[in-house]
Structure formats: structure tokens, C-alpha cells
């Protein structure tokens, strides 16, 4: 199975703030790489297909870059609707998910 | 709009049985492959299986091989996921999520469905 490290597991940020969440994949999966936003209580909502794409619909203060191993997800200038926990996933072969990471409000 | 609900979730004993169905509508079902993703209370999400859009090819996670098998009625536009030998790391919210890509891109996600697993 490919494993997802994703980083930081938490972090606090003011709005307005830039955020960045890195994840590592224990072997290349090319651009094969997807960001999930969950807010408390629901499901998850796509927000970046391979690894850059931004999904119909989602603000364009968030980004995702990255090929190969290591990829970044950034949001840009942080909003309250933002607090969340995300997760990257993996999808070059059997998916799998990071760990996740809390932004919380500071 | 797509939708997709779920239903079947519940309380169970360890060692029991339970299906779980996603009734889907607002897309061409049959034209997608569909996936269980589940998630433990309080913890992250984890891929548990898949199948293509005709059903005749499945997949599972290691750690329930063996004791759930997922199924499709395109007829009637419904997922299924049926799980026997439950035990308590079972215990999670079970969301029934379709893949627009073939190779598991999560567009759609339902509600999510609990199944505990406890004495």
C-alpha cells in the first residue's frame, strides 16, 4: 500500500493568514493526488483534483502543487469558513488517505 | 443534482451482520465506479472498497477482505455493502462516495451511515 504522510497534524491561524499542508507519498504517484476539506459533522467536499485542478466551484484561495512524492495545499488568505480538517488521498493505485490536518482558529 | 443516501447503518454484536445500501440519483449510476470510504470516531478517513460500473470488478482494503463484499443494482441505482464478522474497529461512519475518474477521485459523498459494533 502507498502511504500518505500528511503534515502538520494541527495548526492555528488567524483569518487572513496564508496556510500551507504538505503530504508525502512513500512512492511516486505522479499527479495522482486529491484535497479533501471536512468540516465537523459532514462529509468530505473535493476541493483540488490532480494535485493542482481546483473543483467547479471551490474558492480560488486554495491551491495545490506538487508532482511525484511531495505536494502542498495552500489557502491563500484564511476565512472562517475554512476551519476544517483536511486530507490529502492518493489514487495511483488502491486509495489512501493522510492522516489529516485540524486548522483551527488562533 | 446528485444525490447520494445512505441507509442500514446501526448497533450490532460482535461477529454480526449488516448491509449497508446507497441509493443514488441525479447522475447515470451505471456509468461510475463507486466506493466505501468509512471513518472511525474521531479519526480520519480510510478507503474500504470498491467496485466498477458494470460489478464485475471489486477491490478491498486488507482489513476487511474476506468479510464485506460490495455490490450493485444499476436498476435500481443502489450501492451496496454487505459486512459479516463485524468486529469493534468496525465501528465507523460508512460513506458511499462515486468516483469521476475511475481510479478513485471522491466528487460525490453521501451523508455517511453509523454502524457500531459493540456487546
Known amino acids: 500500500d502507498i502511504q500518505m504522510t500528511q503534515s502538520p497534524t494541527s495548526l492555528s491561524a488567524s483569518v487572513g493568514d496564508r496556510v500551507t499542508i504538505t503530504c508525502q507519498a512513500s512512492q511516486d504517484i505522479s499527479n495522482y493526488l486529491n484535497w479533501y476539506q471536512q468540516r465537523p459533522g459532514k462529509a468530505p467536499k473535493l476541493l483540488i483534483y490532480?494535485?493542482?485542478n481546483l473543483e467547479t466551484g471551490v474558492p480560488s484561495r486554495f491551491s495545490g502543487s506538487g508532482s511525484g512524492t511531495d505536494f502542498t495545499f495552500t489557502i491563500s488568505s484564511l476565512q472562517p469558513e475554512d476551519i476544517a480538517t483536511y486530507y490529502c488521498q492518493q489514487y495511483d493505485n488502491l486509495p489512501t488517505f493522510g492522516g489529516g490536518t485540524k486548522v483551527e482558529s488562533k | 443534482e446528485v444525490q447520494l443516501v445512505e441507509s442500514g447503518g446501526g448497533l450490532v454484536q460482535p461477529g454480526g451482520s449488516l448491509r449497508l445500501s446507497c441509493a443514488a440519483s441525479g447522475f447515470t449510476f451505471s456509468s461510475y465506479w463507486m466506493h466505501w470510504v468509512r471513518q472511525a470516531p474521531g479519526k480520519g478517513l480510510v478507503w474500504v472498497s470498491r467496485?466498477?460500473?458494470?460489478?464485475?470488478?471489486?477491490n478491498y482494503a486488507d482489513s476487511v477482505k474476506g468479510r464485506f463484499t460490495i455490490s450493485r443494482d444499476n436498476a435500481k441505482k443502489t450501492l451496496y455493502l454487505q459486512m459479516n464478522r463485524l468486529r469493534a474497529e468496525d465501528t465507523a461512519v460508512y460513506y458511499c462516495?462515486?468516483?469521476?475518474?475511475?481510479?478513485?477521485?471522491?466528487?460525490?459523498w453521501g451523508q455517511g451511515t453509523l454502524v457500531t459494533v459493540s456487546s
Open positions: 467496485i466498477n460500473s458494470d460489478g464485475s470488478t471489486t
Open positions: 490532480d494535485a493542482s
Open positions: 462516495t462515486r468516483d469521476n475518474s475511475g481510479w478513485g477521485s471522491f466528487d460525490y
